[in-house]
């Protein structure tokens, strides 16, 4: 590794968050961020900081993060680097792979999507119980669908946000909202620009209310008419949400 002026580089990593409070670095408790400086500052031998694409909750997982970091070296043996990375990392942390890119990508900041999926099962199954929810009950997924349909005719959701949360706006454009089933598992997966704290978790346990026909599907869209998190349902586990994807406007790497 050749030492030069810094260069930033784009890393790919997956992590599942169990045992972890979330991506962000804190003072008292163990982070995904704090152990993937840890790995690169002692890979590169030099202090590190690596900036993410965002916050995961306690316990959520991702399965494709993105994160950048700058370094004073050209890292000439991308494999090598790698492989030392999963070496140092806990089982539950993985690189899959880092590129070199333009000096001004931000990992957040330049993001234009994030796509989350959540799991639940309607059958105790002893190899999706740790990152799935278990509900006995039959849900109702044509009416959960056709309540998540209504997700794109609002930008306010201020109703799924963490309360006290301090944001500019509470505005978001949704994407995607599918349900899919398969036997005993649904999946539920929702894209967009950006994400209220606790907003995919709040959305599915307020869907869940409807799948159970607890609330019909109007009365899901006047909860978020109402801006009010008290009127929309529980949180769901964090166990079983997963940050699925994160999309970018451009090539992440140099060309």
């Known amino acids: 590794m050749n030492k030069l002026s810094r260069v930033r580089y784009r890393i790919q990593l997956s992590y599942l968050g169990t045992h972890y409070h979330g991506w962000q670095k804190q003072l008292d408790n163990v982070s995904v961020q704090s152990q993937i400086n840890d790995a690169l500052s002692t890979a590169l031998q030099e202090q590190v900081d690596v900036v993410g694409a965002g916050r995961t909750d306690t316990g959520v997982h991702a399965s494709a993060y993105i994160a950048h970091f700058d370094t004073n070296q050209v890292i000439s043996d991308i494999d090598n680097l790698i492989f030392k990375l999963n070496s140092l ?58 309540a998540s349909n209504l997700l794109f005719n609002h930008k306010n959701f201020k109703s799924f946000s963490k309360v006290k949360t301090d944001v500019y706006t509470f505005d978001c454009e949704i994407k995607k909202a599918i349900w899919t089933q398969k036997g005993h598992h649904l999946l539920f997966e929702i894209e967009a620009n950006r994400f209220l704290r606790n907003m995919v978790r709040a959305i599915v346990g307020t869907l869940i209310e409807v799948g159970l026909h607890k609330i019909s599907v109007e009365e899901f869209n006047t909860v978020i008419l109402s801006q009010d998190r008290s009127k929309a349902g529980k949180s769901v586990p964090a166990n079983a949400l997963v940050l699925k994807d994160i999309k970018y406007p451009e090539p992440l790497e140099l060309s």
Do not use: C, G
């Not at 690189?95 to 070199?100: H, L, N, R, W």
């Not at 900041?109 to 639940?120: L, P, W």
């Open 89 to 146: 990392l806990p089982n539950d942390i993985a690189v899959q792979d880092i590129k070199a890119s333009k000096e001004d990508f931000h990992a957040r900041f330049d993001a234009i999507s994030r796509t989350y999926e959540y799991s639940i099962i309607q059958s105790k199954d002893p190899f999706l119980i740790e990152r799935s929810y278990f509900i006995r009950n039959k849900l109702d997924i044509n009416a959960m669908q056709k």
